[in-house]
């Protein structure tokens, strides 16, 4: 049961009213302070993947870091490919293992858009348990190779985000809502609370179908998160927090100890930061003990 898909668990978390943290890492190192964290905390985990880092280690590596160490972790974890434009790549995924694959169309029209999502759906629930997830508008900022300027990210359409849905197949929906990739510029940044309240009655009014994530995490303040959570959003995504971490620290290790000639105590150093970095996270969504 450790290894899962994210529709299980966003499933549950919807109706219990709590989210799931979605947490970006580029190799075991990062990987391990997540799962660290989620023991610790017994809480539901997705790692997840940019497509860069999967590129650079093979699909096939970061899938049997994983399954190796979910197997025999009490807690369900599931591997996520994040923001994937190409149709070709989320298939090699699937195939390789990974359990939510993420199709990124969201710069298409939006019948190309519904096109190469539902594409990514029907393969991946063909090949296995796989779930999928669509982005229907922009996010702000950078993620990986995908830039969009914050005055032209668009946000999504509720009657559009029913069509799309239905259209696609997809398990799980991202709809765009005012939150960026990168760092947020202000203090309080102009989220639309309505229009996500909108598109989860009109999604799962009748109860819990589809559940909704918001991503650019990083930055959110608490309280916007609890209401999203309130309102309907079952995984957050969180990723430049996590790169910063690892960045300060290594810095911070090795200003802290520049004569000694020991990696693997850089690497204890980020693992710790990361699962401390993390277990914050778990306890603002709430799925403590949720496992
Ligand atoms: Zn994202």
Same mark, same amino acid.
């Given at each position: 049961m450790s290894?899962?898909?994210?529709?299980?668990?966003?499933?549950?978390?919807?109706?219990?009213?709590?989210?799931?943290?979605?947490?970006?890492?580029?190799?075991?190192?990062?990987?391990?302070?997540?799962?660290?964290?989620?023991v610790?905390?017994k809480?539901?985990?997705?790692?997840?993947?940019?497509?860069?880092?999967?590129?650079?280690?093979?699909?096939?590596?970061?899938?049997?870091?994983?399954?190796?160490?979910?197997?025999s972790a009490p807690v369900p974890?599931?591997?996520?490919?994040?923001?994937?434009?190409?149709?070709?790549?989320?298939?090699?995924?699937?195939?390789?293992?990974?359990?939510?694959?993420?199709?990124?169309?969201?710069?298409?029209?939006?019948?190309?858009?519904?096109?190469?999502?539902?594409?990514?759906?029907?393969?991946?629930?063909?090949? #296995?348990?796989?779930?999928?997830?669509?982005?229907? @508008?922009?996010? &702000?900022?950078? /993620? *990986?190779? !995908? $830039?969009?300027?914050?005055?032209?990210?668009?946000?999504?359409?509720?009657?559009?985000?029913?069509?799309?849905?239905?259209?696609?197949?997809?398990?799980?929906?991202?709809?765009?809502?005012?939150?960026?990739?990168?760092?947020?510029?202000?203090?309080?940044?102009?989220?639309?609370?309505?229009?996500?309240?909108?598109?989860?009655?009109?999604?799962?009014?009748? #109860?819990?179908?589809?559940?909704?994530?918001?991503? @650019?995490?990083? &930055?959110?303040? /608490? *309280?916007? !998160? $609890?209401?999203?959570?309130?309102?309907?959003?079952?995984?957050?995504?969180?990723?430049?927090?996590?790169?910063?971490?690892?960045?300060?620290?290594?810095?911070?290790?090795?200003?802290?100890?520049?004569?000694?000639?020991?990696?693997?105590?850089?690497?204890?150093?980020?693992?710790?930061?990361?699962?401390?970095?993390?277990?914050?996270?778990?306890?603002?969504? #709430?799925?403590?003990?949720?496992a």
């Amino acid at each position: 049961m450790s290894i899962v898909n994210a529709r299980d668990i966003l499933l549950e978390a919807s109706k219990g009213k709590y989210a799931v943290g979605a947490f970006n890492v580029i190799d075991l190192i990062q990987l391990e302070g997540v799962v660290d964290a989620a023991v610790d905390r017994k809480s539901p985990v997705i790692i997840q993947t940019s497509v860069k880092p999967s590129k650079f280690l093979g699909a096939d590596v970061p899938v049997s870091i994983y399954r190796t160490i979910a197997a025999s972790a009490p807690v369900p974890i599931c591997l996520h490919l994040d923001h994937c434009t190409e149709v070709a790549y989320c298939k090699k995924c699937a195939d390789a293992g990974y359990t939510n694959i993420m199709i990124d169309a969201s710069k298409q029209p939006f019948d190309g858009n519904i096109s190469q999502t539902r594409e990514v759906a029907q393969y991946s629930h063909k090949v #296995g348990r796989i779930s999928v997830e669509g982005e229907l @508008g922009t996010v &702000g900022g950078v /993620e *990986d190779q !995908i $830039k969009v300027a914050e005055d032209e990210a668009q946000l999504a359409n509720p009657n559009q985000a029913v069509e799309y849905v239905e259209a696609t197949g997809v398990d799980i929906f991202a709809p765009a809502i005012g939150t960026a990739h990168g760092v947020y510029k202000t203090k309080n940044p102009r989220i639309d609370f309505e229009r996500l309240g909108e598109i989860n009655r009109r999604l799962n009014g009748k #109860g819990v179908k589809t559940p909704l994530v918001v991503h @650019g995490g990083t &930055g959110l303040p /608490e *309280d916007y !998160i $609890k209401r999203l959570i309130e309102m309907g959003v079952a995984k957050f995504n969180v990723s430049t927090e996590l790169k910063r971490t690892r960045i300060d620290a290594t810095y911070e290790y090795i200003a802290a100890n520049r004569d000694e000639y020991e990696p693997g105590q850089v690497d204890v150093a980020v693992r710790d930061a990361t699962r401390k970095a993390v277990v914050h996270w778990i306890q603002m969504l #709430g799925s403590s003990g949720k496992a």
